[in-house]
């Protein structure tokens, strides 16, 4: 049976644990046994050490059990064990929503399949019945109180949720597997068939009963987890790691007299609080794991899936049957003519109504106090633009058809960036903005050194030496430019000399 003590805990007060440490059902007193086993192998090692062993064998024993004292730091027990103990844990909380409940499937049928005479109640009442006989099959295959309570199909059909008919029905399907899938292909045949007699009204609700009875049917696969469990050599490794540190406490923890005559030895404590202390601490860490890696089984903190069968063929057959189309009168409710309805306090409540309700963390928080500090300002046209130098380059050096440079009056820009004006300017993103001297000087000034061109010879055509220039000139050829006559352009352009 499930341990519950969340009551004694509702509250934290002095001595709220304390009085856990009082029960013992699900507690850590059923490790007595191992407990009383160390404490009495300790003891025997202890008399033999102390009077029995001659001088030479306690010098031997005493070396022996330094070296089992050192070999017990070399065992990572709190990293094996706690890691393996989370593991488990987190297996066992996984299992619990794993479990089938029938309370969406139910309500799904009780809205959905219509007919209060003998046929509708038999329709409503088998679907919700091999939704039961499903998750009954699939826990009587992992839980072993499940299967004690229905060993075989007869004890099934003795309980009530299959009939002989069905019985012979399923026995005849012959299949090496679990076959806890069978309820679910006949609930699916026969809501197909109450659809077709008009018990179902239409495809949609057909189809909100199929999505919740998959819903349902993978549960149960979920549920179905015997062939995949945790890695065995995982729960070997942590098994022999508790065992054989506590094996070397036995020897290692002793009282040793000392190697050296006048040297002075370790306090005498006769009883190792602290080993025993260590020895309650990792073996119950270690019972944990035990008890729960299986949450199906009969141990104090396994699930209690017989009531959770009880439960859900009650609640389901219920909701189907009695509850069908079972309503109270509709009525205005208390609060009608209230626009905010406040429920009642008791007196041991009472305090709770001067609690301010919570508004958010920021709520009483003060900005400013003084009030110009709070004031909404708006960007003036006028504020200079702050130009950014190596965002500029960036542009420049990732494509030419976004750099800030073709936006300009340079040679280098795209004639398809370029939109001149009729004084052949170029018209400003803001208009309204009035430009700020400095960066536009500095802009210039970066746009004359890009388009500097480079003359034969590897010199800026600024910079050129004279004979350089001269000898440039000598290498071109001389051209002649002819004024146009009135006569030429008419005769290419007609239209314009048109009276």
């Given at each position: 049976m499930t341990i519950s003590y969340m009551l004694k805990v509702a509250n934290s007060h002095f001595g709220g644990f304390s009085k856990l440490l009082f029960r013992w059902k699900g507690s850590i007193y059923k490790l007595l046994y191992k407990f009383i086993i160390f404490v009495v192998l300790y003891a025997v090692l202890s008399l033999v050490y102390r009077q029995l062993l001659t001088e030479e064998q306690k010098r031997l024993y005493t070396k022996v059990a330094q070296y089992c004292?050192?070999?017990?730091?070399?065992?990572?027990?709190?990293?094996?064990?706690?890691?393996?103990?989370?593991?488990?844990?987190?297996?066992?909380?996984?299992?619990?929503?794993?479990?089938p409940l029938p309370d969406q499937l139910m309500c799904v049928i009780s809205s959905n399949v219509h007919g209060k005479v003998e046929r509708g109640r038999i329709l409503q009442r088998t679907l919700i019945r091999y939704a039961n006989l499903s998750a009954v099959l699939i826990l009587s295959s992992v839980s072993t109180r499940v299967l004690k309570r229905f060993p075989t199909m007869d004890h099934v059909v003795e309980?009530?949720?299959?009939?002989?008919?069905?019985?012979?029905?399923?026995?005849?399907?012959?299949?090496?597997?679990?076959?806890?899938?069978?309820?679910?292909?006949?609930?699916?045949?026969?809501?197909?068939?109450?659809?077709?007699?008009?018990?179902?009204?239409?495809?949609?609700?057909?189809?909100?009963?199929?999505?919740?009875?998959?819903?349902?049917?993978?549960?149960?696969?979920?549920?179905?987890?015997?062939w995949i469990s945790i890695p065995l050599v995982y729960t070997q490794v942590v098994t022999i790691a508790v065992y054989s540190f506590f094996a070397f406490c036995l020897f290692g923890r002793q009282f040793l007299e000392p190697l050296k005559p006048g040297q002075e030895g370790d306090l005498d404590m006769y009883v190792p609080l602290s080993t025993l202390l260590q020895f309650l601490f990792y073996a119950g860490w270690l019972k944990v794991a035990e008890e729960i890696i299986n949450p199906f089984g009969e141990d104090d903190d396994d699930f209690e899936t017989n009531k959770l069968i009880d439960r859900n063929l009650q609640v389901s057959l219920l909701s189907v049957d009695d509850m069908y189309q079972n309503l109270p009168p509709a009525v205005k409710d208390k609060y009608w003519n209230e626009s905010m309805a406040q429920p009642p306090y008791t007196t041991a409540t009472a305090a709770e109504i001067l609690k301010p309700s919570f508004l958010g963390s920021t709520f009483d928080m003060r900005m400013f106090e003084d009030a110009e500090q709070s004031q909404p300002t708006e960007a003036l046209p006028s504020m200079p633009r702050i130009q950014t130098p190596l965002l500029s380059h960036f542009f420049t050096a990732t494509s030419p058809a976004i750099s800030i440079k073709n936006f300009s009056w340079g040679s280098r820009g795209h004639p398809h960036l370029q939109h001149p004006w009729v004084d052949s300017s170029f018209p400003s993103p803001f208009p309204n903005r009035s430009e700020n001297p400095e960066s536009v000087a500095r802009i210039e000034e970066e746009e004359t050194e890009d388009e500097e061109p480079t003359m034969p010879g590897g010199c800026l055509g600024g910079t050129q030496p004279p004979e350089t220039s001269d000898a440039w000139r000598k290498e071109l050829p001389p051209t002649q430019v002819k004024a146009l006559s009135s006569e030429s352009i008419a005769a290419d352009h007609p239209e314009a000399w048109e009276p």
């Open positions: 004292n050192c070999s017990t730091d070399l065992i990572p027990m709190s990293f094996v064990l706690g890691f393996y103990v989370t593991l488990i844990v987190n297996w066992w909380w996984a299992q619990y929503p794993s479990i309980a009530g949720f299959v009939t002989q008919d069905e019985h012979k029905k399923f026995e005849s399907l012959h299949s090496d597997f679990n076959k806890y899938w069978i309820p679910c292909v006949w609930f699916t045949n026969l809501a197909a068939q109450a659809r077709q007699d008009g018990r179902i009204h239409d495809d949609v609700a057909l189809r909100l009963l199929m999505d919740e009875l998959n819903l349902y049917r993978a549960k149960c696969s979920m549920l179905f987890h015997d």
